[in-house]
């Protein structure tokens, strides 16, 4: 029998904003370096120097590695593997966020799900998926409904490598508690294992002993990845024995490992990990912790049809209707706010182009009419400084509502269509 341990981490590595980048992955890498993973999955590895050092402490131990390109600024992920890598792949979402929102930035690194088939010795092909979802943002969370069309096309990725007859092994930050219906698309419509649940089964709040609290027991009983208490990102984080963002259950679970289970292939351990501090500091080495799972591999199977996993028939799903109302309700409902938007950018674009006109006239008519120099130096100077600034405006509000504005809206309209034949269509199944 033969096992596989797979690392999901985010390792926090963006340019300039991230806190002691360079120390931190130099410590991450002389620790991953330190241990016995055979597949490591990250995100957020902004920065190409971060990646080939990463590269170069690894390759003894996983010698072959894939960095994934994608948008501006990169998708900032990247897989290691002990076994070969035979085949590539980088899906980019339809939906990513929103070019105007400059300080959220997803859309300018074009996220997507990075995808390696390697070659196993005992179970032959296995694709290995990883990924970064768009973030929340905030508690109101006004891209819910980008992350749910991205998990549409993750699941579907995810039933079409089944389909193949290959195991899988789906990592990386989902930015999605498991209540929330992008986890329910992940593990009920692309038949994926939460490894984590798996192992641990789902945490009883009621069930927890406050009074033998410290940073492990309760970071592995809840399994939280984010936002943690314990970490020294956190904005919950307390030095404080006493911990009171821990009694209050601070933290979310959002990094996870799923993978198509069979008989042959089975998860029998799963755990938080890099929840410690970098050596010599006191700090943490993310503003994430990582899940390590362990996987075992029988030699001898019950029977060769259980090697693989299910083939599912096209429109079979576990997902239940009201799961997929829900959805579609949220994809109508941002259907109607990016309608809004782009309706209002074009307004503003319209409104611009009037506004220019005035001060066109202004800047001309004043120095005529009025004999007062400051006058006409001041008109001249703010007229000419608002010029700029409409002038930069046009063409911003005209691209931004008429390119990307309707083609968000007909995505959305897309992805509604789809779901909504689907839904006419599919087959409930509790299996």
């Known amino acids: 029998m033969d096992t596989i341990q797979v690392l999901s981490f985010n390792c926090w590595g963006l340019a300039v904003i991230s806190k002691n980048r360079r120390h931190r992955l130099s410590a991450i890498a002389d620790t991953l370096t330190n241990s016995s993973y055979d597949i490591i999955t990250l995100q957020e590895v902004w920065v190409q120097k971060d990646y080939d050092y990463l590269v170069e402490k690894l390759r003894y131990n996983l010698p072959h590695a894939k960095f994934f390109y994608s948008g501006a600024l990169g998708s900032g992920l990247a897989i290691f593997s002990k076994f070969p890598i035979i085949a590539t792949a980088y899906h980019r979402y339809a939906l990513n966020g929103k070019p105007l929102k400059l300080l959220h930035a997803d859309y300018y690194v074009g996220k997507g799900c990075a995808t390696t088939t390697v070659d196993h010795p005992q179970l032959g092909l296995l694709d290995i998926y990883n990924t970064h979802l768009h973030g929340g943002y905030g508690p109101e969370d006004p891209y819910k409904a980008h992350r749910a069309t991205q998990c549409w096309q993750l699941a579907n990725l995810l039933r079409a490598s089944a389909a193949m ?210 006058v006409i130096v001041l008109v001249t100077l703010i007229g000419s400084l608002l010029m700029n600034f409409v002038s930069v405006a046009l063409p911003v509000c005209l691209i931004v509502a008429f390119v990307f504005g309707r083609t968000e809206e007909r995505a959305l309209l897309q992805f509604i269509q789809e779901i909504e034949t689907f839904q006419q269509n599919m087959i409930y199944s509790t299996v």
Not at 331 to 357: E, H, N, P, T, Y
Request: include cysteine; charge should be neutral.
């Open 165 to 374: 007859g290959r195991h899988i092994i789906m990592s990386g930050d989902f930015n999605s508690v498991p209540s929330s219906f992008n986890y329910k698309l992940i593990r009920n419509h692309g038949y994926m294992t939460d490894s984590w649940l798996q192992v641990h089964g789902e945490p009883d709040a009621n069930g927890f002993d406050m009074n033998s609290l410290n940073s492990e027991t309760y970071t592995q009983y809840f399994g939280f990845t984010c936002n943690s208490p314990y970490n020294t990102f956190s904005r919950y984080y307390s030095p404080s024995t006493d911990n009171i963002h821990a009694k209050r259950m601070m933290g979310k679970r959002l990094d996870y490992i799923f993978y198509s289970q069979t008989p042959q292939f089975t998860c029998t351990d799963s755990r938080v990990v890099l929840t410690d501090r970098v050596p010599g500091t006191d700090m943490s080495y993310s503003d994430h912790f990582g899940v390590v799972s362990h996987f075992t591999i029988l030699h001898h199977p019950p029977s060769p049809s259980q090697t693989r996993p299910n083939r599912r028939k096209f429109n079979e799903t576990q997902l239940d209707p009201t799961t997929v109302r829900e959805i579609v309700d949220a994809l109508v409902l941002d259907k109607m706010k990016a309608k809004r938007d782009a309706d209002w950018l074009l307004g503003c674009f319209f409104s611009c182009i009037v506004l220019q006109f005035i001060l066109l006239v202004i800047i001309v008519a004043v120095p005529t009419c009025v004999p007062e120099t400051i």
